[in-house]
């Protein structure tokens, strides 16, 4: 996924200001793409450069509302319909996991009892955030209900990763002053 079509996704739904979308961005994205203001902003930029999204309104203190264009419709809808998917999980948690023998026992029982309950955390919040979608908190127009899936997918990964930590704290990696270079 490239921030350029989340921005125009996140548009198709209707304007907003760079402040709104990065606010979008985090609240709604953030736990799997992250994207800093300074990067938003930029790329709105390109994006109006390219004729995909188009100045909406101004406001005071000269925000800018965008809005989507047809051109910009279409380039987010060929992005989804690409077959060339992107399907590179970038996960520091499982690149560490490589390296787990290097730490002693007790830190890295510490080490995944914390990923345990950050990924605990995370897909309760992620099941709460669905749970008000199920009952009908956010409507029920078509973006809602393509985000409901997209937070399930989250669910699910979260507990994966919360269970595969919990597991993990149940295996010897090796970590013994022995098996060290």
């Known amino acids: 996924m490239s ?3 989340a921005l125009l996704g996140m548009l198709a739904e209707g304007p907003a200001s760079g402040y709104d979308l990065a606010g979008n961005f985090l ?15 930029a790329e709105l930029a390109r994006l109006t450069d390219d004729g995909l999204i ?17 051109a910009g419709l279409a380039e987010v809808r060929r992005w989804l319909s690409d077959g060339d998917v992107d399907h590179t999980l970038r996960l520091e948690p499982v690149l ?6 290097l ?12 990923e345990e309950e950050f990924f ?17 908190e956010f409507g029920d127009a078509p973006h809602t209900k393509s985000a409901r899936l997209a937070i399930e997918a989250g669910v699910r ?3 994966a990763l919360a269970d595969w930590a919990a597991w993990a704290r149940e295996q010897d990696p090796g970590n013994h002053e022995e098996a060290r270079p």
């Not at 609240?27 to 902003?41: C, D, N």
């Not at 560490?96 to 023998?101: A, D, I, L």
């Not at 026992?105 to 914390?114: G, I, K, S, V, Y």
């Not at 955390?121 to 009908?136: I, L, M, Q, V």
Request: aromatic residues 14%.
């Open 3 to 5: 921030l350029r079509h």
């Open 157 to 159: 990964l979260y507990q």
């Open 120 to 136: 605990s955390a995370t897909a309760a919040a992620y099941r709460e955030y669905a749970a008000a979608k199920d009952r009908g």
């Open 96 to 101: 560490r996991s490589f390296f787990f023998w």
């Open 27 to 41: 609240r709604m994205l953030g736990p799997v793409w992250p994207a800093q203001h300074p990067k938003i902003y």
């Open 103 to 114: 730490m002693p026992p007790e830190d890295l029982d510490a080490h995944l009892a914390r």
């Open 54 to 70: 188009e100045v909406d309104s101004r406001g005071p203190r000269g925000r800018k509302a965008y809005r989507i264009t047809e």
